[in-house]
Structure formats: structure tokens, C-alpha cells
């Protein structure tokens, strides 16, 4: 099987205010990519900070992401979840022939037969609790992530919060990585039998996370700087 780079980002909560010539954070999440040589790039959830933008915003946010050239997989999460008003609905963020968004194009998975992948994850569909990762996806393909938005429980103090996620579930995923959203930090989750993941947010964390598969090794997983966007 061929190498595969991919970039792990989330949380970038693009709002009103992010209509600038850089438009941070989104162009130096995508420039850091080419700059990585990624195949591939996550964006776990909140990409958006409401469902409540103008199509203008989300008219230059498909043309950036169009112009990226590179496959994009979005997971709607909870602030940019799926109503009838959604920003994925209203919108033609997932126009570009090279992105997809799960729960829109796909239930809940879509597989890159040129890299023996399989995505999955489970959209946010409204602002209701649910449990992002309950009920794992058998895995169909060599290689396997998940991606999911939500809060993992590090200890029984979190228990009273939304969307959990528990460590017996990131296990049970049996993925080669796990990509999530929600927490603005980066950070390891779970208790290590499986790779899981925090990006954090582009705007506080400051990196986005690379996971490269080589041929018949476990992926590696390391943190690259943002990099500064000097274009339009």
C-alpha cells in the first residue's frame, strides 16, 4: 500500500469575524497541510462556530477549501451540527468534489481505496446529547480511523458533561488512530491501547496533528506548527 500523511485539525469555529485576507485559522490549517505533503485532512467537528453565517462566509470557505486540492473528510460537530439550517446544508461547503462531509455525502463512513482506508464517524444531527463513538464500526478495510467529537472522561468528575466518550470505547474502535474534536488543547486520550487524539484548536493549541501510515507499521503521530498564510 502506498504512504499516507494525514492532517488532523479541529475546532476552528470560523465565525463572522474570520472574513479577513487570511482568514485564519482555516488557510494556515490548509497550508500546513500542502506543506506537510498530506494526502488527506480531518477536521473534526466545529469547523464553524454556528449554524447562523451568512452564505457569503460559506461561499470563500468551499472555495478555499476547493482550491486546496486535497481530500477533506469534515465531521459536523456540536456547534456546527446538522439541522435543517445547517451550514453543510445551507451552504456549498461540500460542493468540491474533494470533500467530503459525513452525514451529508455518507452516513457515517467513506473509504480511499488507493490507501486501504476507512473513515468513519458519527455527525452531530442536532444539539442533543449523544455518544460519538457507542457501537463501533467493524473495520472493512486494512486501515482504520475514527473520528469523533466529543469529551473524554478522564476521570468521574466529567461524567455530568455531554457527548462522552469513554476509554473502554476508544478501545473498542480497534482504529489505527483516532481523530477528535472538542477540546481547544492537544492531547493523548484513552488509556493507550489505541491511538486517540485531541488536535485542539488551530487558534490556542497552535499545530495541527500528523499521522503518517507506512507500509506494515503502526502510524505516527506527531504535532507540526501552524504556518503562517501569506496569500489572499
Known amino acids: ?24 485559522p482555516l488557510c494556515r490549517v490548509l497550508d500546513t497541510a500542502r506543506d506537510q ?11 464553524f462556530d454556528h449554524n447562523r453565517l451568512p452564505l457569503a462566509l460559506l461561499d470563500r470557505t468551499s472555495r478555499l477549501l476547493a482550491d486546496a486540492r486535497i ?15 445547517s451550514v453543510y446544508r445551507r451552504g ?40 460519538p463513538l457507542s457501537e463501533p464500526r467493524t473495520r472493512t478495510t486494512e486501515r482504520q480511523v475514527a473520528i469523533a467529537h466529543g469529551h473524554w472522561i478522564r476521570d468521574d468528575g466529567d ?12 478501545a473498542a474502535t480497534g482504529a489505527d488512530y483516532v481523530a477528535l474534536g472538542h477540546w481547544p488543547q492537544a492531547t ?21 496533528n500528523i499521522v503518517r501510515f507506512r507500509d506494515g507499521v503502526a502510524p505516527e ?8 498564510h501569506h496569500g489572499g
Open 1 to 24: 500500500m502506498r504512504d499516507l500523511t494525514i492532517v488532523h485539525s479541529s475546532d476552528l469555529h470560523i465565525d463572522a469575524t474570520r472574513v479577513t485576507e487570511k482568514f485564519h
Open 37 to 47: 505533503e498530506a494526502d488527506l485532512v480531518l477536521l473534526a467537528g466545529d469547523i
Open 71 to 85: 481530500p477533506v473528510v469534515i465531521l459536523p460537530g456540536n456547534h456546527d451540527c446538522l439541522t435543517a439550517e
Open 92 to 131: 456549498g461547503i461540500g460542493d468540491p468534489v474533494n470533500v467530503t462531509v459525513l452525514g451529508v455525502h455518507t452516513e457515517e463512513a467513506i473509504v480511499l481505496p488507493e490507501f486501504g482506508l476507512e473513515v468513519w464517524g458519527r455527525a452531530h444531527f442536532d444539539y442533543r446529547n449523544m455518544s
Open 159 to 170: 461524567r455530568h458533561r455531554a457527548w462522552l466518550i469513554t476509554d473502554e470505547q476508544l
Open 188 to 208: 493523548p486520550a484513552g488509556a493507550g491501547s489505541v491511538p486517540a487524539f485531541y488536535s485542539g484548536s488551530p487558534d490556542l493549541a497552535g499545530t495541527v
Open 221 to 228: 503521530v506527531a504535532r507540526a506548527r501552524l504556518v503562517e
